[in-house]
C-alpha cells in the first residue's frame, strides 16, 4: 500500500471511530485531575493511571512514573519505519484548574456534553476540554487509527504526558534531567497551543519568556497619621508609583536602559504575512471593551501582543482599602510586575537591569526590598526548521487554508525546558481557540477541533515521515 492510500485508510478510520474518540475523551474528561489542590491527589494519580492504560492499549510500552509531585506517563514506541526515521517527543498534560467559581458553571464541569454553542458551533464542555486532554488526545486517537490501519506508526515516538503543568511543573524538570538519556529525540511536539481562527490552523513558531518580580519600598518604622506627618515624611505609595510609572515613555516603549538590546525586527517576508491576517483594534479590542493599541507605536497590533517585549504592573499594595476612610501614610508598598520577554533577551540580564533601575530611583531615607518569582527564557524556532515546513504543509491540506506561522505572546516554560534539558527544539500545533474559556468556567473545545485534530496528526505523523533522520 502506498503511503498516500495508506494516510487515506487512517483519515477514514479516524471518521469512522469518531464517536469512540469522543467517548474515550469524556472517560478521562470524567477524572477530577485538579493539581492544585491536595484533596484531589488521588484524581491526579487515577488519570494518570487511566492514560497510561489507553495508551498501553495501542502498542506503547508504558509506565507511570512517579515524581514529588503527580505521576507522570512515559510511554515508548519501537521506532516506525526503521531508524532513518525521525523519532518525537510528544509532550501533554493531563491536569487541569481548579472549576471555581462553580455557580458560574452551566452544567457541572466534569459531567463532559457536546452541546451547541451561541452561533451554532459543536461544543465539548467540561473541564479540561480543551487544556489539555482534549489536545492530547488529538494526538493519541491519530496514533490509535495508524496502528489499527497499519499495525505500526509512521515515526518512533515516546509520549510524556505530566500532572503539574497547572502549578508550574516543579517538579517536573528535576524528572526531565533525571530521565534524560531515555527521553533522547530528534525534536518534540507540544500540543497546547491554538487556531488562527475556527478555520485557519496555525504552528506557535515562537513563545514570548517570562520574568515576574516583586518589588517593596519601605519609608517609616510604621505608619504614620497623614495631618501630623504629611508634607514632611516620605510616601512609600507616591515612591513607588512614580518608579512604576517612568518605566514607560510617551510611545510606549519601556525605558530601562538595556531592555531592547538583542531585540529584533519580523524577518520581512513574516511581517507581511502577519500584516495580512489583519488583526485590528476592532477584533481585537472591542469585546474586551478597549478600542486603542497600548503597546510600542509604530507597531503592528499583532506585533504588540505576540513579537514585542513587554512589561505589566500586575498588582500594587499599600495603605488603606478598607471600607470608609483612614487618613494615613503606610510605612510600605509594594507592587507586582512581569516582563514578557522574546529571543534575544536574557531573563537575569532584565532583571538586573530592572532592580539597578528602581534602586537607583529609591530616595536615601526608604529601602527597597526584591521578591523573585517566575523566569524563563523566549522561545523561537527557526524559520527554515524541516518539520516546520512538513507540518504547515500538512496542516494545509487537511483545514484547506494556508497555516500560519505566529507567535504567541504567553509563555509555556516547558517548551524552554525541552531546549535546555534535552536540547530538543518543540513544534507546537493546537486546536484551541481564543473563545475556549481555558482556566475559566465553561471551558469549551470545539468539535470541529477534536475531529480536525486527529486527522491533521495523522496527516503530521505522515510528512514527518518522509523526513530524512538528521
Known amino acids: 500500500m502506498s503511503n498516500a492510500s495508506q494516510l487515506n485508510s487512517v483519515l477514514d478510520r479516524i ?202 519600598i519601605k519609608a517609616a518604622n510604621r505608619d504614620l497619621h497623614s495631618g501630623v506627618f504629611g508634607g514632611g515624611a516620605q510616601n512609600p505609595i507616591r515612591v513607588l508609583t512614580r518608579i512604576l510609572g517612568s518605566l514607560f515613555d510617551d510611545d510606549g516603549r519601556i525605558t530601562i536602559p538595556g531592555f531592547y538590546d538583542g531585540v529584533k525586527d519580523l524577518p520581512p517576508d513574516i511581517l507581511e504575512q502577519w500584516k495580512k491576517l489583519n488583526l485590528t483594534p476592532e477584533t481585537f479590542l472591542k469585546p474586551i471593551g478597549l478600542s486603542i493599541p497600548a503597546g510600542e507605536k509604530g507597531r503592528l497590533l499583532i506585533e504588540q501582543i505576540s513579537s514585542r517585549p513587554t512589561c505589566d504592573v500586575n498588582g500594587i499594595v499599600g495603605g488603606y482599602i478598607g471600607e470608609g476612610s483612614k487618613t494615613v501614610i503606610p510605612a510600605q508598598a509594594s507592587a507586582k510586575v512581569s516582563f514578557r520577554l522574546v529571543e534575544g533577551q536574557e531573563p537575569a540580564k532584565i532583571r538586573k537591569a530592572f532592580r539597578d533601575y528602581v534602586t537607583a530611583r529609591v530616595p536615601k531615607d526608604c529601602k527597597v526590598e526584591f521578591g523573585d518569582h517566575s523566569a524563563a527564557p523566549a522561545i523561537a524556532l527557526d524559520w527554515n526548521m524541516k518539520p516546520l515546513a512538513a507540518a504547515k504543509k500538512a496542516l494545509t491540506d487537511e483545514w484547506g487554508k494556508e497555516a500560519q506561522l505566529i507567535g504567541s505572546g504567553a509563555s509555556i516554560p516547558i517548551v524552554a525546558d525541552f531546549k535546555r534539558t534535552l536540547g530538543l527544539d518543540s513544534l507546537l500545533v493546537g486546536f484551541g481557540l481564543d473563545d475556549d474559556n481555558i482556566h475559566s468556567p465553561n471551558e469549551k473545545y470545539d468539535l470541529k477541533s477534536f475531529h480536525k485534530g486527529i486527522r491533521s496528526w495523522a496527516r503530521i505523523l505522515a510528512a514527518l515521515a518522509e523526513m530524512p533522520r538528521t
Not at 472549576?99 to 451561541?118: G, I, K, N, Q, S
Not at 452561533?119 to 489499527?148: H, N, P, Y
Open 15 to 216: 471518521d469512522a471511530d469518531f464517536d469512540n474518540s469522543l467517548e474515550r475523551l469524556f472517560a478521562l474528561l470524567r477524572i477530577k485531575s485538579i493539581s492544585a489542590d491536595p484533596a484531589f491527589a488521588e484524581d491526579c494519580k487515577r488519570a494518570a493511571e487511566h492514560l497510561a492504560k489507553d495508551i498501553a492499549s495501542i502498542g506503547f510500552a508504558t509506565e507511570v512514573r512517579p515524581t514529588a509531585g503527580h505521576p507522570a506517563i512515559v510511554g515508548k514506541s519501537s521506532n516506525g519505519g526503521g531508524s532513518s526515521r525521525p523519532h518525537v517527543l510528544f509532550y501533554g498534560h493531563y491536569d487541569v484548574q481548579p472549576v471555581d467559581p462553580l455557580e458560574l458553571w452551566h452544567r457541572p464541569p466534569f459531567e463532559p456534553v457536546v452541546t451547541d454553542h451561541a452561533d451554532g458551533r459543536k461544543i465539548i464542555v467540561a473541564r479540561g476540554a480543551e487544556d489539555d486532554k482534549g489536545q492530547l488526545m488529538t494526538f493519541v486517537e491519530a496514533c490509535r487509527a495508524w496502528k489499527s490501519v497499519t499495525g505500526s506508526l509512521p515515526v518512533g515516538i515516546t509520549v510524556l504526558i505530566e500532572g503539574e503543568e497547572e502549578v508550574g511543573s516543579k517538579n517536573f524538570v528535576p524528572f526531565l534531567e533525571a530521565n534524560k538519556d531515555e527521553l533522547k529525540a530528534d525534536f518534540a511536539l507540544v500540543c497546547d497551543t491554538g487556531m488562527w481562527d475556527p478555520n485557519t490552523p496555525a504552528i506557535t513558531t515562537s513563545l514570548r519568556g517570562l520574568l515576574y518580580e516583586e518589588v517593596k
